[in-house]
């Protein structure tokens, strides 16, 4: 967990330099991200995000990055929260399969440890995955719910999915 929050530190200053310094030639916040705070800006004044041209996605969206208007840095920052949330929820997945795979117990130890090791480094160190939300990209929402639902399931908690507390 805490690579993957190096990891993503790391790529939000870079984002937050290239913001301030202008000294890359490219842009470091995805194009859709200046969308969305545009279509938050219009869901604070009480009009829809709709009426940004080219916000294509949820409302949902637009009134999560409300606070967008205020400290642009937001929704990159629930992003990469996000990002470390699908490690963890990663891992927790791993446990589980691991668990009702049941290897003999003199193995069981040294590979539960192995892959879970695996699947969360997969997922937290690597730099794409970190970079597309430390960009702005809203992508790991998806993954975020995806891969949650699958823990819930793994973990027979049904009910939580279908509980109105989540």
Known sequence: MLVGLRVT???VSRAQIDEEGECFEVNF?????RVFTDA????????????????????????LL???????EFGKMIFCVLD?????????TATATLLA?????????????????AIVIFWLANPLTAIISARGNADVIVCAAVVH???LLLNNQVCALLDDSI
């Open 29 to 33: 916040t995805d194009v859709d991200y």
């Open 149 to 151: 639902t699958l823990k």
């Open 66 to 72: 409300v606070p967008n208007t205020v400290w642009p």
């Open 101 to 117: 795979r049941k290897p003999s117990k003199r193995t069981h130890s040294r590979i539960t440890r192995e892959a879970k090791q």
């Open 9 to 11: 530190g790391i790529c």
């Open 40 to 63: 938050a800006a219009y869901v604070r004044r009480g009009r829809s995000p709709y009426e940004r041209a080219t916000y294509r996605y949820t409302p949902l969206l637009a009134w």
């Open 84 to 92: 470390i949330a699908v490690g963890y929820d990663c891992y927790e």
